[in-house]
């Protein structure tokens, strides 16, 4: 009953607040609202409409996945942060915060490459390398940083797509980044 109220109630000029990235990333947890934005959902019954919406997707489509069995490992993603000690030098590497994935920055051309590495050692490394979903890095504000699939070696590899260097990149949009399955 509160539901139907909050989404349906009439507010003048209401529009869409947020962007659909901003609330994938806090149905999917990689990325927390903040208290404006959490304002801006509740004040807005059609984000929140948006956001119900998006929150049925993503159901929809973790439901429609095949059932695993109890022991098999299931990965749903990986976050990660820029460190305070990566950021006084050039930035190499970032890991995640479980240690399964790397993203590393080499200098190319004026420019950088990025590269993600998926562990070995990661108990669903041998489901990634064999299934070939989609993956993507994304940021702290939403923007993805690099899509694809992982090669025989478990790497995926693009080229930089932003105009400034790694470091002050993450460091622009709150130093997060995540690394995520691509929704079918």
Do not use: K
């Given at each position: 009953?509160?539901?139907?109220?909050?989404?349906?109630?009439?507010v003048?000029?209401?529009?869409?607040?947020?962007?659909?990235?901003?609330?994938?990333?806090?149905?999917?947890?990689?990325?927390?609202?903040?208290?404006?934005?959490?304002?801006?959902l509740?004040?807005?019954?059609?984000?929140?409409?948006?956001?119900?919406?998006?929150?049925?997707?993503?159901?929809?489509?973790?439901?429609?996945?095949?059932?695993?069995?109890?022991?098999?490992?299931?990965?749903?993603?990986?976050?990660?942060?820029?460190?305070?000690?990566?950021?006084?030098?050039?930035?190499?590497?970032?890991?995640?915060?479980?240690?399964?994935?790397?993203?590393?920055?080499?200098?190319?051309?004026?420019?950088?490459?990025v590269?993600?590495?998926?562990?070995?050692?990661?108990?669903?490394?041998?489901?990634?390398?064999?299934?070939?979903?989609?993956?993507?890095?994304?940021?702290?504000?939403?923007?993805?940083?690099?899509?694809?699939r992982?090669?025989?070696?478990?790497?995926?590899?693009?080229?930089?797509?932003?105009?400034?260097?790694?470091?002050?990149?993450f460091?622009?949009?709150?130093?997060?980044?995540?690394?995520e399955?691509?929704?079918?």
């Amino acid at each position: 009953m509160r539901e139907r109220l909050l989404l349906s109630r009439a507010v003048p000029g209401d529009r869409l607040m947020l962007a659909d990235a901003t609330l994938r990333a806090a149905l999917d947890g990689s990325r927390a609202l903040t208290p404006n934005e959490r304002q801006a959902l509740s004040s807005s019954p059609l984000t929140l409409r948006r956001f119900r919406q998006l929150s049925l997707e993503r159901y929809a489509v973790l439901a429609a996945q095949p059932p695993q069995a109890a022991n098999d490992p299931v990965w749903i993603g990986s976050q990660g942060m820029l460190r305070a000690a990566s950021t006084a030098t050039a930035l190499d590497t970032l890991v995640t915060d479980d240690g399964h994935w790397t993203l590393h920055f080499l200098p190319q051309d004026g420019g950088w490459q990025v590269i993600l590495s998926l562990s070995a050692e990661a108990p669903f490394a041998a489901h990634l390398l064999r299934e070939q979903p989609q993956l993507r890095v994304i940021d702290g504000g939403g923007a993805i940083v690099l899509q694809g699939r992982l090669d025989a070696d478990g790497e995926c590899e693009r080229a930089w797509p932003f105009a400034t260097a790694p470091a002050s990149h993450f460091q622009l949009y709150g130093a997060g980044f995540a690394v995520e399955p691509v929704a079918p």
